[in-house]
């Protein structure tokens, strides 16, 4: 299974942007997935994941209202649309493939490369 995330780049506070993880592989429905970020000089945090089927999404209280996670079955591809981005979004953005179930604690076995987005005040 490969992950490739994609969307990043330079906003202005106040912006929006759509992040895509585009992954191979025939059983991308069967699993849960996530996205997870990571500041510089901060440890990686969880943002958003999903069921698989799509029909539950779970959001880090830091983007709630702010961010949408879903994910296009037929497509083998999952976003993350980000409104209202402030400067604290700034991160390298990492999608990621549960192993099992869904959620912040589940385990995630497949990792995007990350795509980095920058935040201007």
């Known amino acids: 299974v490969q992950l490739q995330a994609s969307g990043g780049g330079l906003v202005q506070a106040g912006g929006s942007l759509r992040l895509s993880c585009a992954a191979s592989?025939?059983?991308?429905?069967?699993?849960?997935m996530g996205w997870f970020r990571q500041a510089p000089g901060k440890e990686r945090e969880f943002v958003a994941a999903i069921t698989g089927r799509g029909g539950m999404t779970h959001y880090a209280d830091s983007v709630k209202g702010r961010f949408t996670i879903s994910r296009d079955n037929a497509k083998n591809t999952m976003y993350l649309q980000m409104n209202s981005l402030k400067p604290d979004d700034t991160a390298a953005y990492y999608c990621?493939?549960?192993?099992?179930?869904?959620?912040?604690?589940?385990?995630?076995?497949?990792w995007g490369q990350g795509t980095k987005v920058t935040v201007s005040s």
């Open positions: 592989g025939r059983t991308f429905s069967s699993y849960g």
């Open positions: 990621a493939r549960s192993t099992m179930g869904w959620g912040p604690t589940a385990p995630y076995d497949y």
